[in-house]
Nanobody, 117 residues
Framework: QVQLAESGGGLVQAGGSLRLSCAAS???????????MGWYRQAPGKQRELVAAITNRGSTNYADSVKGRFTISRDNAKKTVYLQMNSLKPEDTAVYYC????????WGQGTQVTVSS
């Protein structure tokens, strides 16, 4: 089993920045051999969508809406994945969820990001 703990959400004005962190704990084997870690978001009334993901080899994938503004990175020693979010827009407002894909599909509890106009 793997547990994911997100932090770093909050309220920011449009154009501002936030950095989300997601620390993994639990099964060291699953964490080490995880295929990917990433961030999804869900706005009210909308489906959960992929924001960014990073594989165990360091390949990254971004939603078109965040390319050039968001950067995903991971620190394997700390078992942590980060999402640096710059030039935030009101449409980025959502609950952001951390995800780890290994033998199972693991999710964090989510952290609220609110961008005011």
């Amino acid at each position: 089993q793997v547990q994911l703990a997100e932090s770093g959400g909050g309220l920011v004005q449009a154009g501002g920045s936030l950095r989300l962190s997601c620390a993994a704990s639990g099964s060291s084997v699953e964490i080490f051999f995880a295929n990917s870690m990433g961030w999804y978001r869900q706005a009210p009334g909308k489906q959960r969508e992929l924001v960014a993901a990073i594989t165990n080899r360091g390949s990254t994938n971004y939603a078109d809406s965040v390319k050039g503004r968001f950067t995903i990175s991971r620190d394997n020693a700390k078992k942590t994945v980060y999402l640096q979010m710059n030039s935030l827009k009101p449409e980025d407002t959502a609950v952001y969820y951390c995800n780890l894909q290994a033998s199972g599909d693991y999710w964090g509890q989510g952290t609220q990001v609110t961008v005011s106009s």
